[in-house]
């Protein structure tokens, strides 16, 4: 069953998360995350800051955005309750993307609590950054699949599908594990800014260099082979499930990521510019979103029967009717 207006709802409720997310990225590179203190949900102890530092003024405005967040994604439950019967997959995925938002909301809290913010450089932000970057990424998956399930998409059959459904699966956690990279590395970039590429050269591979530092140079190579695993996994899922939809997606998937890559390039040679690492965040967002919307499609198709021939669309039309 499909509601057009809700569909276009849960859109506009996910672009406006992308944009949350990317207003949190430019709290993290501005080093803005302790503009409140560790105060949570309070601000400094106010409800609203006075005679606020520019630092404030960020963080304070990612709270606002983020809390503004909270209605939209109930009013995207409550409609899908009024429009879906219970046991609905749009339903289901509705309950699950505001689970995974309030997590989302519980992980940021703790992070300006336990003061994982700022100049803090310690391995248990780093765990902390990639739990964050983990459930970001489960969130606009389940948001991503509530509106195209909104939209008309059927449900995904997850039995039974073979070598797409192992293709498609470990593509997704392959991005997983190449978005905590990037969030490790951007880290990296954020407390321990290079003032030339050579400089940024000679700190990778200085062994005295911070552990962020080190794990940086692990991103691009990571990069590199999920870039060519997906291309070739688009490329074999195109062909085993030929409908219209997947081999749009599977276009967009190797096309985006490829965009993404040169955007990748370009940030280190810019060396990582605040700018330029919000658009490399948004890039891995939208590729992270193609690659759901890929696997969406295709694990919506029954897997096909062993020694079972599909007639051809010529024989068909012969079929007297």
Request: net charge positive.
């Amino acid at each position: 069953m499909r509601s057009k207006r809700l569909a276009t709802y849960g859109w506009v409720v996910l672009a406006y998360i992308l944009a949350v997310i990317l207003w949190g990225a430019f709290v993290r590179a501005t080093g803005s995350g302790a503009g409140c203190g560790s105060h949570w949900p309070l601000c400094n102890g106010e409800v609203i800051p006075r005679s606020p530092q520019v630092e404030t003024m960020i963080e304070f405005a990612h709270r606002l955005t983020s809390g503004l967040a909270t209605p939209l994604m109930l009013g995207l439950l409550v409609w899908a309750i009024r429009v879906y019967p219970r046991g609905h997959r749009v339903r289901a995925g509705a309950w699950l993307s505001l689970l995974f938002f309030i997590v989302e909301a519980l992980i940021g809290a703790g992070l300006v609590r336990l003061e994982l913010v700022a100049d803090n450089a310690s391995v248990g932000r780093a765990f902390a950054i990639a739990a964050h970057l983990l459930n970001t990424f489960i969130l606009i998956a389940l948001m991503t699949l509530t509106a195209w399930w909104a939209s008309g998409g059927e449900r995904l059959r997850l039995r039974g599908q073979g070598m797409v459904g192992g293709l498609l699966g470990l593509g997704l956690v392959g991005m997983m594990v190449l978005g905590t990279s990037g969030a490790v590395a951007a880290l990296g970039d954020t407390l321990f800014p290079s003032t030339s590429l050579a400089d940024a050269l000679r700190q990778d591979l200085s062994p005295a260099a911070h552990l962020f530092i080190r794990l940086r140079v692990l991103h691009p190579i990571i990069a590199v082979g999920v870039g060519i695993y997906l291309a070739l996994a688009a490329t074999i899922v195109r062909s085993a499930r030929p409908d219209r939809n997947t081999k749009r997606w599977a276009r967009a998937l190797v096309l985006l990521f490829f965009v993404q890559l040169g955007a990748g390039l370009l940030n280190v040679l810019l060396l990582a510019p605040i700018w330029m690492q919000l658009v490399h965040l948004l890039l891995a967002d939208l590729v992270w979103i193609v690659l759901v919307l890929l696997s969406a499609s295709a694990l919506a198709q029954p897997a096909p029967q062993r020694g079972v021939l599909e007639p051809s669309p010529a024989y068909a039309s012969l079929k007297p009717s």
